[in-house]
């Protein structure tokens, strides 16, 4: 029961955090994450 509700709570901060660092180290997410940073922004 607790695994199902960690499961989103994880996928939602884990977006969350990403992004701030995005916004921190856009250049260095943006060489290693490119195909991530495209599909999120189309």
Do not use: E, Q, T
């Amino acid at each position: 029961m607790k695994i199902k509700y960690l499961v989103p709570l994880i996928c939602i901060f884990s977006i969350v955090f990403a992004d701030s660092d995005i916004k921190k180290h856009r250049k260095k997410w943006h060489k290693k994450h490119h195909k991530v940073h495209a599909r999120n922004h189309g």
